[in-house]
């Protein structure tokens, strides 16, 4: 854990009063000048704040943006997931920069952030458009013990982590689109990319992409996506902390990665039934060239979707693009 | 092609007889002095070729090296798998360089051969020994449009392209052992690795790594490794030509790499079936903890193998470690 860490984490452990120049100094076991350094590096990022003589230290506020130290001292208890966080200013997309540290053997719970993307993409290929600062753009790596097949089950997780995380941190209640789109009154806010490395009975590694719409204006998505996108602040009327969203986020990933990992996987698949609008509905789901309609009966254990077709059988499907139907 | 390839080509043609130097100059559209320069460095890699001044050039024989202008001579008529070949003298693996050309997003088709692997893998991370110039270790890049819940089909193809070649290049009959293993009287001669790059409902890319054990003489195997270990050459009683194999394997995958795409695994399946001596036995699958025994019946349409287990269900198993029982 680095000093600012440490230092970020004692000034949030007091809340709203003062922790003393002397007692981070023994914490830490480094000189109050070395201390009064960091302080004023924190300041240059936009972290307000004060010092007395007497009383000590005292955080005021946070700026909203993405300082991986202070996002290691706010998931300081996860398992798993972000116990390494990196941040770039740019990148083309955390996706690749995950699947290259993959290839470069780094353990998995390791998360790359980014302020922004440009060449952010979702599922089939398909653009997703990252501004800077104004939301959430990240992936996770994975190495679970699991078949291919059962990769669904991720992509549930990070689902249902997003769910948890939004409902706390913005007060507004989502809703889930299967497999991997979260809605806030039918209009995606987040969605998440499952990638993949595996051989045939066995995944390699794992990348969960996460994008989060946080802190666009209405007027800031562009004018095709503005009837089918949202983001949260459009939504709950007011800014939204970015940092604090993402450690939520990591904390409901770490704690669900550790359900399934220990083969639990149906307390995570009937929490996110319940949330999940597409179970109940009549769908159609065009998976490639082919459509298959009829009404979504359940989730499986490995994370698909049942369902039952017109023709009274029971398809069993993974991914495809979702609509419902009246 | 470049001009070596039409060169061989143009020799080959004329099987014992002579090319002239003027009609390979007309052909080629260079002098004859460029075209003699090119004999020259044939020559050097091996090639003993015959050239008389009345006559032109004869080919007499070729050396026991992988040239990748000469397997694309010998391939030329592949429609995919082959139709650009790269051979390193070492690589670690060649799923590995086939891997980050991949990414490059290479072309599907491309063919990357080694002389020897340091890091030669098989399933699950297992060691491969890859001895220079004794077999064929090579790696095929495709981009099929399949469900990654279909790669098996791709491992079916490599292991029915594998079986057809040997049988015809050796005159030696082996056994397919589902799902990736080629064996001659029992023992292991070839086998697949596939690994693939995937979102949950589409495959990015598919890697076939293959291993053939062409020339080692008994003892060059690893004593742990002779029992159940052999080469085509301990079985066929003779040196095989590893170029005229690897040719033969890299037309049979392209044949087979057609009827996938234009959906046709069926006709694959059944050629697979014929051969495969898993079918019909009573069989015991590790994958992973578990243990699955019972009676394989049959392959299904994404190349899992059906096992009717002793309680009667019929399981459909991806992949895993397979003992025949008695």
């Known amino acids: 854990m680095t000093t600012d ?3 970020l984490i004692a000034l949030r452990g007091a809340g709203t009063g003062f922790v003393s120049g002397a007692e981070l100094s023994q914490q830490l076991g480094i ?3 070395a201390i009064w350094a960091r302080i004023e590096e924190l300041r240059k990022l936009g972290y307000d704040i004060a010092a007395s003589p007497h009383q000590g230290y005292r955080l005021i506020s946070v700026p909203d943006v993405l300082h991986a130290d202070d996002l290691l ?4 208890g996860n398992k798993v997931v972000g116990r390494d966080i990196r941040v770039f200013e740019e990148t083309a997309s955390t996706n690749d920069v995950v699947e290259k540290l993959a290839r470069d053997r780094v353990k998995e719970g390791v998360v790359v952030f980014a302020e922004s993307q440009s060449k952010g993409r979702g599922r089939l290929g398909r653009k997703w458009i990252s501004p800077p600062r104004k939301g959430l753009w990240f992936s996770v790596l994975l190495r679970p013990n699991l078949r291919p097949q ?3 089950q991720l992509t549930v997780v990070a689902a249902t982590a997003l769910f948890r995380a939004i409902r706390d941190v913005t007060g507004v209640t989502p809703e889930i689109k299967w497999p991997n789109d979260i809605l806030i009154k039918g209009r995606k806010v987040a969605g998440v990319l499952t990638e993949l490395s595996a051989e045939l009975d066995h995944i390699n590694h794992l990348i969960l992409g996460i994008g989060v719409d946080v802190n666009q204006t209405a007027t800031e998505f562009p004018p095709e996506l503005r009837k089918t996108a949202t983001s949260l602040k459009a939504e709950a009327g007011r800014h939204i902390h970015r940092a604090d969203l993402a450690a939520a986020i ?7 990665y550790a359900r399934i990992t220990s083969l639990d996987f149906a307390k995570v698949a009937d929490e996110w039934q319940q949330q999940c609008t597409t179970i109940g509905q009549r769908v159609a789901i065009q998976i490639g060239d082919r459509v298959i309609q009829g009404h979504a009966e359940a989730l499986d254990d490995d994370g698909a979707l049942l ?3 017109q023709y009274g059988r029971l398809e069993r499907v993974i991914g495809g693009d979702v609509t419902l139907q009246k």
């Open 5 to 7: 860490t440490r230092i």
């Open 31 to 33: 000189t109050r000048a």
């Open 73 to 76: 001292s706010l998931v300081q």
């Open 150 to 152: 059962a990769a669904t």
């Open 250 to 256: 990591l904390r409901e990933l770490d704690r669900d």
């Open 307 to 309: 369902v039952r077709t």
